[in-house]
């Protein structure tokens, strides 16, 4: 199905003016032909007149029927009987053919955090009724769907999912999508709503992307296809996982004339069932490298002071001694808490 654009509609405030003044003068011709036949001075040119405007007071409304209005990053899909007739892009004033209808099968379908078009009459007095397009009647009042497509960038925010990673872990993520329609005859035509097609393609796209990647940096584990481990996960590659996740749903919706502007994580973490456990292995992790770092300084320290008695000759220390004076320093240089200082007042043996 391709497009096709109607540019040459912009045509509406003189259709308008014309069916008010037809209007205006099937009213004062009714009158002007009720007199004599009232009067009984009427003859046939009378009553045919009459007829005629009649007729027209009863139908003349449906030209009306034809005027649209569209604000700037709008369009409307249009039929004739079943069968495209074309597009109206662009803001303006339009009239097109009575009987043309707006198409959207996905008006009605509202996107978590969307900017879709909100449900308002659409075109000149509200189409009037099904004969351009309304789909639905409020309780409280005539509420008239409009079946205008939006061309504006909009933010699709699906909910969190749980996802197993490439290790096996459950982990919860969510996404937002930015995204445009393209080519309006795509989104109406070769899908049977657009909108809900969108939002299942992202929910495939991101169980696809996720299973790849482990949330940290694991060993031995190729996130690339190119057969060599690396260091990709959800947590530190977030820039590479979203760029996968936008190309994967871009090559699903392209049939549907979207484009996938950008898609960014909004949530990462492990679920609720292991968070605990991670949280207590991250603990553990940092705790044995923040031992490491203090054991290699409180080691240094050690042969810094071990080097300075020797090379002054303060003091002679046998090897029994020089590993007391070790075990004091590392207990006092490794201890969690500050030691206590005991003074020895004998003699050193």
Avoid at 94 to 103: E, H, K, L, R, Y
Wanted: glycine share 10%; proline share 3%.
């Amino acid at each position: 199905m391709q497009e096709r654009i109607i540019s040459k509609s912009k045509n509406g405030m003189p259709m308008l003016l014309l069916g008010l003044l037809l209007y205006i003068g099937a009213f004062v011709g009714m009158i002007a032909c009720i007199i004599p036949l009232a009067e009984e001075n009427g003859g046939p040119l009378e009553v045919i007149g009459l007829v005629i405007c009649v007729l027209w007071i009863l139908v003349g409304w449906i030209i009306f029927l034809g005027l649209k209005v569209l604000k700037p990053q709008e369009a409307l899909v249009l039929t004739l009987f079943g069968k495209y007739k074309g597009t109206l892009k662009g803001d303006g004033f339009f009239w097109v053919n009575p009987f043309c209808i707006g198409f959207n099968p996905a008006s009605s379908t509202k996107l978590n955090q969307s900017g879709d078009v909100s449900t308002s009459g659409g075109g000149a007095l509200s189409r009037l009724g099904a004969m351009a397009g309304v789909s639905s009647l409020s309780a409280s009042g005539f509420s008239f769907e409009s079946k205008k497509i939006s061309l504006k960038i909009m933010t699709l925010n699906n909910n969190k999912q749980k996802i197993n990673d490439c290790l096996g872990n459950p982990v919860e993520i969510g996404i937002a999508v930015m995204w445009k329609v393209v080519d309006t005859a795509k989104a109406v035509f070769n899908v049977d709503n657009y909108k809900e097609y969108l939002s299942l393609q992202c929910d495939t796209a991101l169980r696809d992307i996720v299973r790849i990647y482990p949330y940290d940096v694991a060993p031995n584990v190729d996130t690339t296809g190119d057969g060599v481990a690396d260091d990709g996960s959800l947590r530190g590659s977030s820039e590479v996982v979203v760029n996968r996740i936008r190309e994967e749903i871009q090559k699903k919706v392209e049939i549907a004339g979207i484009e996938i502007v950008e898609a960014r994580i909004t949530y990462l973490a492990y679920a609720q069932e292991i968070a605990a456990v991670m949280l207590q292995r991250q603990q553990a992790s940092a705790i044995i490298d923040a031992r490491k770092m203090i054991v290699d300084g409180a080691v240094g320290m050690v042969e810094m002071a071990l080097e300075r008695l020797n090379e002054n000759n303060m003091v002679n220390l046998d090897e029994e001694r020089k590993a007391a004076m070790v075990s004091n320093l590392l207990v006092v240089l490794c201890g969690n808490h500050d030691a206590q200082p005991i003074v020895n007042t004998g003699t050193l043996y």
